[in-house]
């Protein structure tokens, strides 16, 4: 798999996704969705934090520090992070080799455990999350935003 690509591909969809949150009031934004599923801002921190989990404490062997509240409250500042973040992350991937894919990395679980996986591993894990938490944010905000649907004319 390009991963460079895939997370490219990803980001401009994620920068869509996050014009149309624009326009919402801070109280959609912020407001659970239904049956209890998660907020829109909820659902975007996840999205950024298991990336930044991965790129920084697995690939980058740093020390993992969550974003402070204060960094996630609006989608302005949300977008100011996904943004920076976004260029850390896609220079890590356009600088790896060949030979950093199976380097083996230690893999923190949201759970709490963790077990060393390759480098490849990390990425694959965050290419699926990434589509699946793209899927729920279209979701979230078609039910804060309907789209109009075709009718018969």
Same mark, same amino acid.
């Given at each position: 798999? #390009? ?6 591909l990803?980001? %401009?969809?994620m #920068? @869509?996704?996050?014009l +149309?949150?624009?326009?919402?009031? *801070?109280?959609?934004f912020?407001?659970?969705?239904? $049956?209890g599923?998660?907020? !829109? ?7 950024? @934090?298991?990336? =930044?989990? /991965? ?7 740093? *020390?993992?520090h ?10 302005a +500042? ?7 973040? &976004?260029l850390?992350?896609?220079e890590?991937?356009? /600088?790896?080799? #060949?030979? $950093?894919?199976? &380097? =083996? ?5 949201? #759970?709490?455990?963790t077990? $060393?996986?390759t480098?490849? *591993? ?5 290419? @699926? %999350?990434g589509?699946r938490? !793209?899927?729920?944010?279209?979701? =979230?905000? +078609? *039910? ?8 018969p004319t």
């Amino acid at each position: 798999m #390009d991963y460079a690509e895939e997370f490219e591909l990803q980001g %401009h969809a994620m #920068d @869509e996704l996050l014009l +149309e949150a624009f326009a919402l009031p *801070q109280a959609a934004f912020t407001a659970p969705g239904p $049956d209890g599923t998660p907020a !829109l801002r909820e659902l975007l921190v996840e999205w950024l @934090e298991t990336q =930044r989990r /991965a790129v920084q404490g697995s690939i980058l062997g740093y *020390q993992y520090h969550p974003l402070p509240p204060t960094a996630t409250t609006s989608v302005a +500042e949300l977008a100011r992070a996904f943004g920076g973040f &976004r260029l850390t992350f896609m220079e890590t991937i356009e /600088a790896a080799v #060949d030979s $950093d894919m199976e &380097r =083996r990395v230690p893999w923190a679980s949201p #759970d709490g455990t963790t077990k $060393d996986v390759t480098v490849s *591993q990390v990425l694959a894990q965050l290419a @699926e %999350h990434g589509e699946r938490m !793209l899927t729920l944010v279209e979701t =979230r905000l +078609e *039910q804060l935003v309907p789209r109009p649907t075709d009718t018969p004319t």
